[in-house]
């Protein structure tokens, strides 16, 4: 499943192709990619159309385009990085839009092409524009993501506002982290992929983050000390950023950008889907665990396994 950089990457695709342009029409070409809005494809086809969009925003692992009647809505400033600045203060409930939230689930793609490009084989729902231009086609195989609108979430939609920040918001708690870190009384890794505590990480860079951080997946949370968890925070934003900046991790042809670019990181993973290589600091070969019905890979030298998850 995509993690922060993939799904930023996308955001960013739809940031550029997207924003500020008016939905013409919506054809949604097989219900189940829009299961999660409960009115149904007919009642998801008219709430879109006509309606400009303002922004491209994301939690976490989740994104949404934020909707406005043409003429009433904040049109977009430029494009804006994640960094730039921080989130803005949410608009009183009657003067915030609607939003149409997607998640890739597996095998989601969000493509911005053009109409010429023939339709894709597992092309599930399409977005034309009034200015003609290129379309926003959601194509999902597996057909675990999907699509909803989301009446007056344009600032946070209220079916992901329980989602926490990621650690490159710049609104992110690093204390907060570190206190709920040590409270939640579980394994590490098991913590990070908490999408309560910290949002946007997965299984590939909860394994990066904990090898360069040199600590065990199975460490109890409220053993590490404040300077720990500080150092696994620092090594978890240097991971994403380093993903972000070669455009996501891409194992298969499932993940791309809008623009249907595979990712570059899978030549920098240092531990993740490694087993049996050398590992990058020490040699010794990278072992694989089974893992919440996944898998966890870790240096044996360099992440030693602790004693019932405590030293």
């Known amino acids: 499943m995509p993690e922060l950089p993939e799904v930023e990457v996308v955001r960013l695709g739809l940031e550029r192709g997207v924003v ?26 008219a709430a879109l159309t006509g309606l400009t969009i303002t922004a491209a925003r994301r939690r976490g692992k989740y994104l949404w385009l934020a909707l406005a009647v043409p003429g009433d809505g904040d049109l977009p ?13 949410a608009p009183a409930p009657d003067q915030d839009g609607d939003a149409l939230i997607g998640h ?7 493509l911005v092409v053009p109409p010429a490009v023939p339709d894709q084989t597992h092309l599930r729902i399409r977005f034309t524009f009034t200015d003609g231009g290129r379309e926003l086609r959601f194509v999902d195989q597996r057909t675990f993501g999907g699509m909803a609108v989301a009446v007056g979430g344009a600032s946070l939609p209220a079916p992901i506002a329980h989602i926490a920040r990621d650690p490159l918001d710049p609104l992110f708690d690093d204390e907060a982290f570190v206190t709920g870190l040590k409270a939640r009384r579980t394994g590490l890794k098991r913590a990070l992929l908490d999408q309560r505590l910290v949002s946007g990480i997965g ?16 460490r109890a949370t409220e053993t590490l000390h404040r300077p ?10 240097a991971v994403l950023s380093a993903a972000l900046a070669a455009g996501g991790t891409s194992f298969d042809r499932l993940y ?24 990058r600091r020490c040699a010794s070969p990278i072992r694989r665990d089974a893992f919440m019905n996944r898998s966890s890979f870790t240096c044996a030298v360099c992440q030693p396994r602790p004693r019932n998850g405590r030293w």
């Not at 860079?205 to 090898?211: C, I, K, P, T, V």
């Not at 720990?228 to 934003?237: I, P, Y």
Request: hydrophobic share 40%; charged share 25%; with cysteine.
């Open 77 to 89: 400033g430029g494009a804006r990085g994640l960094l730039d600045m921080p989130e803005a203060p």
């Open 256 to 279: 791309v950008s809008t623009e249907g670019v595979s990712g570059l990181f899978e030549r920098e993973l240092a531990a993740y889907g490694r087993e049996g290589q050398p590992c």
């Open 203 to 218: 299984n590939i860079y909860a394994d990066e983050a904990l090898w360069a951080a040199r600590l065990h997946y199975a």
């Open 104 to 110: 890739l689930g597996m095998s989601g793609q969000l």
């Open 20 to 45: 500020g342009r008016t939905i013409a029409k919506v054809g949604v070409l097989h219900p189940r990619a829009v299961r999660r809005h409960a009115a149904g494809p007919t009642d998801f086809e």
């Open 228 to 237: 720990d968890a500080l150092r696994l925070l620092a090594e978890v934003r």
